[in-house]
């Protein structure tokens, strides 16, 4: 069973920033594609940004060239630096992993961190 544990989170003025972090563990012999999804009241969730074991990356439109998103292979941990923030980035944060698990691919969430940006 793979677990993934997300960090961060909290409340934040607009135009501040706020980082996130997410660990995997458990029976996880590769990761294939780590990622952050978002979804606020009302809405469906999306894809935030995501990184493949490579190190190539995504964004959504929205938050382009404000959000940055890493990993450490090691660690097995993905980060999403959130700069500039905006009322609109208020939602619940769900950090995804692709996970090579006994030869297949298996989609595991974490719990979801609370992000909300307000004065």
């Not at 060239?65 to 090691?74: E, L, M, P, Y």
Request: charged content about 15%; proline content about 3%.
């Amino acid at each position: 069973q793979v677990q993934l544990v997300e960090s961060g989170g909290g409340l934040v003025q607009p135009g501040g920033s706020l980082g996130l972090s997410c660990a995997a563990s458990g029976s996880i012999f590769w990761i294939n594609v780590m990622g952050w999804y978002r979804q606020a009241p009302g809405k469906e969730r999306e894809l935030v940004a995501a990184i493949t074991s490579g190190g190539h990356t995504n964004y959504a439109d929205s938050v382009k060239g404000r959000f940055s998103i890493s990993r450490d292979n090691a660690k097995k941990t993905v980060y999403v630096q959130m700069n500039s923030l905006k009322p609109e980035d208020t939602a619940v944060y769900y950090c995804n992993a692709n996970v090579l698990e006994f030869g297949v691919l298996n989609d595991y969430w974490g719990q979801g961190t609370q992000v909300t940006v307000s004065s």
